[in-house]
Every structure is written in C-alpha cells, then in structure tokens.
C-alpha cells in the first residue's frame, strides 16, 4: 500500500484491493448461484465456487493458514458430504431438455417448485433489507479504516499454531472432543439398526433386535469425514 | 486495504445466505445457505483480526473453531436430513408440519393425508 499520506484515498486502489473486489464480485456472484439455481447438484457445486473465492479473500487478507483450512474442509469434505446428501435423499433431479424443446419451459418451473418454496419474495424482501442495513451501518462506521496487509503475515502457519497452541489450548481441546460427539451422534443417527428405523428402509432384515444392530450400516462411513 | 471492502462482502455474503435459508424447500439447500452464512462471519472474523493486529490472534483462532463447529453441523444436520427422508420419504421443510400450531380450534395438527407413506411416525 502506498503511504504517501496517512489516509490512502478511495480513487487510488492498491493491486491487493482490486483483486479483492474483483474475486468478491465472483465469489458473491457465485453465492447467489448457489442460492437460486434449481439444480440441485448445481447447487453444491457453485458453493465449491464460493467457498474457494473465500478462500483466496483469506489468502488476500494474509490469512493463510486459514486459507488452507477453509480448501481442506469445506471444499474437501463438506461439500462431498452435501453431495452424498443430495445423492442420498433422492433429490428430484429434473432431466435436462435442450432450450427449444417444447417442455423446457413446464420442467424448468418444476424444477424451480421442488427447489424453492412459495415464500421466495418475501425472503427476497427481508434479504434486501437487511443487506441495506447492514451496508449502510458498516460503510459508515468502518469509513476511514485500513487494513495494513504489507507490514507483516498475521496469518501464516507458524503464527496460527503458535497461538493456537500457548493461548487456546483448552478450547481447542474441547473442540476436539465436541467433534468425537458430532461424530458417534451422526454415526448413530445414520445407521439402519433397530427395529422401527429399519422398516421403510429398503433391504434391511427386521430381526435384528430391539434398537442394538451390530452392524454399522452403508451409511455410516460416510459420516466420518465430518 | 480498505477495511469496507471485507466487511461489505462479508454482508453481502451474509444476506444471500439468509435469502436461501428462507426461501429454499429442500433441507439440505438450506444446510447449503447456512454454511454461506457460516462463512460470511468467518471472513468477517479473519478481517478484523488483521485490522486489529491482535496479539492473540482471538478472530482466527474462531474462525478455525467456527470451522470445526460447521463441520461437525454439517454431519449431524445430514444426518437427521438422511433420517427424517428415510421416515418420511421427503427432505422438503415445507411438509415437515407435525410440530405447528393448529389454525382454528378444529384443526387436528397431524394431517396424515398430505403426508404420503408412514405417517404419523414420531420418531426422528
């Protein structure tokens, strides 16, 4: 950043802060994808889109250790479990027709009903809003504050960890152990055993005891990665 | 770096998310809007962090506990979203209805009829 005077001015952008709002315009653009699209694959896909965009705002904010973390676990694993997920529930993927067949346009707008519910503009209405509160508020507070991102890396690995490790030891290792709970919890909501849960399912053989099925079940590997 | 910048992304992030929470039928769209949410405040929490050039670092240490948090979310969320379309055959929020107040004093809360297979099961 070039310090010529203490307070750099709107018109002049430095390169770091053209290219950040050139990757937020993309990573809002793809948000909004994400958001409205009616495919539901789609969906999970423009969200990798975002997140990676997020990721490099981290990067760009010197934040790096965080950047990877943000690659490692949301676009590594998150966005695969959504994936099983829509795979999973069966989500109603509509079959794509070419722009000119004549039941494009009936499929499109059943697409759009089995993706978006029927309060769409009042959402639409209460998201504008707040987005206008809330631009308003934090332009006229944080207007003549900057980030000095050239004077030195705050995020790096070595920093992080250090800090991670002397300061927030215990909360980490707590963390650690609310994520040994997230993960039986999901293990055993997810499995087929027991005698009521088992009955919709399909191929599941009913005697199989009262609520203590040795087996883990199909799905419950999955979870793993959460 | 102008410290709007972030921070109005952030919100507008933000917003999109609270669009999609509200507006989406299907549940693990909404799983798929909260974690845009989730992310709107970690960039915000990264951003500050570097303004306010903490000793401690206290913003990106919760922004990795946030991620952690969301993680562990997004696992028991699809869970319980695998479990209630096992039940009831549908991932759709709008159906899942069991809980509501009743409208008028005549109207039962169940209503097993819109609700396909397997209803009235209780137990998700």
């Known amino acids: 950043m070039t ?21 937020g315009i993309a990573t809002l653009a793809a948000a909004v994808v994400t958001v409205t699209t009616s495919k539901l694959v789609h969906a999970a896909l423009w969200l990798v889109a975002a997140l990676g965009g997020i990721a490099v705002e981290y990067l760009l ?8 973390v943000q690659v490692l676990i949301y676009v590594g694993s998150v966005v695969v ?9 069966k989500a109603p993927i509509v079959p794509t027709v070419p722009r000119g067949h004549p039941s494009y346009g009936a499929l499109r707008a059943e697409a759009r009903e089995a993706a978006d519910s029927g309060n769409r503009w009042p959402a639409l209405a209460v998201a504008l809003a707040a987005a206008a509160t809330l631009v308003t508020v934090v332009v006229d507070a944080f207007r003549s504050s900057w980030i000095d991102v050239d004077r030195s ?31 039986v919890g999901a293990i055993i909501l997810s499995r087929k055993g027991g005698a009521d849960a088992g009955e919709p399912a399909q191929g599941t ?9 040795e087996q883990p079940g199909p799905t419950a590997g999955r979870e793993e990665q959460g | ?28 769209l909404v799983l798929i809007s909260v974690e845009l949410m989730l992310n709107a405040v970690n960039l915000n929490l990264v951003a500050f962090d ?7 670092h206290t913003g990106q240490a919760l922004t ?18 695998l479990l209630v379309h096992r039940n009831r055959g549908t991932a759709d929020i709008d159906r899942l209805r069991d809980l509501r107040e009743p409208e008028g004093p005549d109207d039962e809360p169940e209503a097993p009829a819109e609700q396909g297979h397997s209803a009235g099961r209780q137990t998700a």
């Open chain 1, 81 to 89: 479990l959504l994936l099983f997920g829509l795979m999973l529930t």
């Open chain 2, 50 to 56: 570097v303004w306010l050039r903490d000793t401690l």
């Open chain 1, 61 to 68: 904010l010197t934040a790096e250790f965080i950047a990877w």
């Open chain 1, 3 to 23: 310090l010529a005077a203490a307070h750099p001015g709107f018109l002049s952008p430095t390169g770091v802060e053209i290219v950040f709002v050139l990757v």
């Open chain 2, 64 to 81: 990795l506990f946030i991620i952690a948090v969301a993680a562990a979310e997004i696992g028991i969320g699809l869970a319980i979203v």
């Open chain 1, 205 to 213: 053989e009913p005697g199989q005891g009262a609520g203590q099925g």
């Open chain 1, 153 to 183: 890396v705050q995020g790096s690995a070595g920093v992080t960890g250090e800090v991670l490790f002397q300061h927030w030891v215990l909360p980490f290792e707590a963390l650690s152990v609310l994520l040994l709970a997230a993960l």
């Open chain 2, 1 to 28: 770096m102008h410290l709007a910048y972030p921070a109005v992304l952030a919100v507008l992030l933000f917003c999109v998310g609270i669009y999609g929470v509200l507006a989406r039928r299907n549940a693990i």
